[in-house]
Structure formats: structure tokens, C-alpha cells
């Protein structure tokens, strides 16, 4: 099971949108609606954001919204806030296994 | 409040074995998948598998078969990863996280990581 792909680095200034991707295959990403998003800050656990598309746990800003295209899954993130900077993780899975993306950093200027 | 507690940080010598533990309290232990995930200094999150603390069953990554077994006492709601024949390229922070029922992947809760360290 490899790695989902997601770009290395995305950056933006404060008030702006920034779209984050994470492209799978068919068999993990491209299955179903199950791709759940993560926010993690340096030297903390990572943080469910978003799931199931469309569901953000109690306290998660509506700013984070996800869509779905085929095999690729995208977070955006509205109204860019300098508490956004951090790292961001997507995850999917398949019949018996679970695969997180390669991670991004996103960079508030 | 539901909390995933692990034990503490461990040295080890290459080619020795780790056990790693994760209590779980504030909900019901055999009504959720445990998975144990673990970072690499300076790297992403990499899935290592889950337990089903119901069952006991379990489903490790191709990366860790052979060497990775899960286990888990329900008596005391707690889980364990045992990781064996260990590498320097073993050292990382493992997290145990508990999966949200019905949606696979997705992980609700987080333990606050276990810091293994491999060196000679």
C-alpha cells in the first residue's frame, strides 16, 4: 500500500483560500466517500479536521471544506488564518488497511 | 472524558524488541478499532495496523509483517504494540488512535505518542 500523494508545501497570505490535494488509486481514495483530513503542529498529535466529505468534529472551524473527483480528495481551507500553519495529513483506506498521505505544510505569509 | 494514555518514552538497543502500551478510558474498549501509527523524526504518519479489542483480531501493513504484533487486555482496557528485531530506522514517535465506528480511516482520538528511540 502506498503512500497517497499530496504536494509537499502550500502557502498563502492571511484572509486567503489555499487548496491542499491528495490523489490516491482506485482501490483506496477513488472507492467511497471515507477520506478523513488531519491538522498536526510540531510535537503534538495529529487532529481529525474532516471526514466522510462533509463532517467536521465539535469545535473544527467551517472554514475546512473537502470535495472528492475521482481518485483525488481536496481540503481547502478559507479565510486563511496564521493558526493554520501547520502540517496536514489525508488518510483512506482499503478492505483491511488504512493509508495516510504524504503530508503537506502549509505555510500562512 | 475518552482519553488514550501511552507509556513512556523507551531506548533500545538494535535488534532488541519494544512493547508499547495504550490505556483507553472514558468509553466502551471493545466497541472500537485500535490502530497504532507511527512518525519518523522529520517525516509523515505511516500506518502500522489495527486490533479489534473485541476479538483480538488483528490486520498489520505489509511494511511490519513478521515483526509487529498487536495485542490488548481487556481487563484493563489497554492495548500493545510489540515491535521486534528493531532498527535504527525504527526510531520514531508511535501513536495509538482510535478509529471512528463505520467510517475506516478515520481517527478520532489520538494517544499523545511514545517516543522510541533505537540506538547502539
Same mark, same amino acid.
Given at each position: ?16 483560500? +489555499? ?5 490516491? /488509486?482506485?482501490?483506496?481514495?477513488? =472507492? ?10 510540531? &510535537? ?21 471544506? =473537502?470535495?472528492?473527483?475521482?481518485? /483525488? ?28 498521505? /504524504?503530508?503537506?505544510?502549509?505555510? =500562512?505569509? | ?6 507509556? @513512556?518514552?523507551? =531506548?533500545?538497543? *538494535? @535488534? ?14 471493545? @466497541? ?11 517525516? @509523515? ?12 483480531? /488483528? ?16 481487563? +484493563? ?26 467510517? *475506516? ?5 489520538? &494517544? ?9
Amino acid at each position: 500500500q502506498s503512500a497517497l500523494t499530496q504536494p509537499a508545501s502550500v502557502s498563502g497570505s492571511p484572509g486567503q483560500s +489555499i487548496t491542499i490535494s491528495c490523489t490516491g /488509486t482506485s482501490s483506496d481514495v477513488g =472507492v467511497d466517500k471515507f477520506v478523513s483530513w488531519y491538522q498536526q503542529y510540531p &510535537g503534538k498529535a495529529p487532529k481529525l479536521m474532516i471526514y466522510d466529505v462533509s463532517n467536521r468534529p465539535s469545535g473544527v472551524s467551517n472554514r475546512f471544506s =473537502v470535495s472528492k473527483s475521482g481518485n /483525488t480528495a481536496s481540503l481547502t481551507i478559507s479565510g486563511l488564518q496564521a493558526e493554520d500553519e501547520a502540517d496536514y495529513y489525508c488518510s483512506s483506506y482499503t478492505s483491511t488497511t488504512r493509508v495516510f498521505g /504524504t503530508g503537506t505544510k502549509v505555510t =500562512v505569509l | 472524558q475518552v482519553q488514550l494514555v501511552q507509556s @513512556g518514552a523507551e =531506548v533500545k538497543k *538494535p @535488534g532488541a524488541s519494544v512493547k508499547v502500551s495504550c490505556k483507553a478510558s472514558g468509553y466502551t474498549f471493545t @466497541g472500537y478499532y485500535l490502530h497504532w501509527v507511527r512518525q519518523a523524526p522529520g517525516q @509523515g504518519l505511516d500506518w502500522m495496523g489495527w486490533i479489534d479489542p473485541k476479538s483480538g483480531g /488483528t490486520s498489520y501493513a505489509q511494511n511490519f509483517q513478521g515483526r509487529v504484533t498487536m495485542t490488548r487486555d481487556t481487563s +484493563i482496557t489497554t492495548a500493545y504494540l510489540e515491535l521486534s528485531r528493531l532498527r535504527s530506522d525504527d526510531t520514531a514517535l508511535y501513536y495509538c488512535a482510535r478509529e471512528l465506528v463505520g467510517a *475506516p480511516g478515520t481517527f478520532e482520538v489520538w &494517544g499523545q505518542g511514545t517516543m522510541v528511540t533505537v540506538s547502539s
